[in-house]
């Protein structure tokens, strides 16, 4: 079945430092990849998606890049900031209205 | 944007009673929701999906006489959690499917339950 595999964390940063969370997928057609948000104690926000083959979703600074070549949806951002500590999760959906499929969340601390 | 509206945000049950969570969707007809479990440090695991109207189905391993989805309405979804005991202590989230969903929509995020069981 469709699975989607992340980088293990903890990832710790300093302020300003470049910031890459790894994500591949294994899935059966052409998927739409996400990338969602998780702060402490609070639920998941949409923070960017991509949906075909080199799309690259971008928000807040963050952006990504659908490689079906290498299926992998890496997502990156150029300086981080305090507030962008929180558990990333790398999310995939196969076709409209099946639950998405998540992979394991990846922490990330930034430290000023 | 959409918003689905999870209560209560926290609960703390004696083993044994019955809890119940809701999520609203708030401005928007939420035809499918999907409940999902969290265990700490740990990834999101689809429990069930429902779909307005009809039964819910679960997904293997989830006991659907413990948990209990209900989705009467296309804006209101429960779960209740019976006869609770300390290892269904977890955090519980919706996730809200608009009737306009397509394939490249992300779904609206419930805040989240965090249950405790003593």
């Known amino acids: 079945g469709d699975s989607v595999t992340q980088m293990e964390g903890p990832v710790t940063l300093s302020e300003e430092a470049f910031l890459t969370i790894n994500c591949t997928y294994t899935a059966t057609g052409y998927p739409s990849l996400f990338w969602y948000v998780q702060y402490p104690g609070e639920g998941l926000q949409l923070l960017l998606k991509?949906?075909?083959?080199?799309d690259k979703g971008s928000n807040k600074g963050f952006e990504a890049t659908y490689r079906k070549e290498t299926t992998s949806f890496h997502l990156e951002k150029g300086s981080v900031q305090v507030s962008d500590s929180a558990v990333y999760f790398c999310a995939l959906k196969g076709q409209a209205g099946t639950a998405l499929i998540f992979g394991k969340g990846t922490t990330l601390s930034v430290s000023s | 944007g959409a918003v689905v509206s999870q209560h209560p945000s926290r609960v703390i049950c004696k083993s044994g009673t019955s809890v119940k969570i809701e999520c609203r969707s708030l401005d928007f007809q939420a035809t499918t929701m999907f409940w999902y479990r969290q265990f700490p440090k740990q990834s999101l695991m689809l429990m069930a999906t429902?779909?307005?109207?009809?039964?819910?189905?679960?997904e293997q391993g989830v006991e659907k006489d413990k948990f209990l989805i209900n989705h009467a309405s296309l804006t209101l979804s429960t779960l209740t959690v019976t006869s609770a005991h300390p290892e269904d202590s977890s955090f519980y989230i919706c996730?809200?499917?608009?009737?306009?969903?397509?394939?490249?929509?992300?779904?609206?995020f419930g805040s989240g339950t965090r249950l405790t069981v003593v």
């Open positions: 991509a949906t075909k083959a080199d």
């Open positions: 429902s779909n307005e109207g009809s039964k819910a189905t679960y």
């Open positions: 996730s809200a499917r608009d009737r306009r969903d397509r394939a490249d929509s992300g779904y609206t």
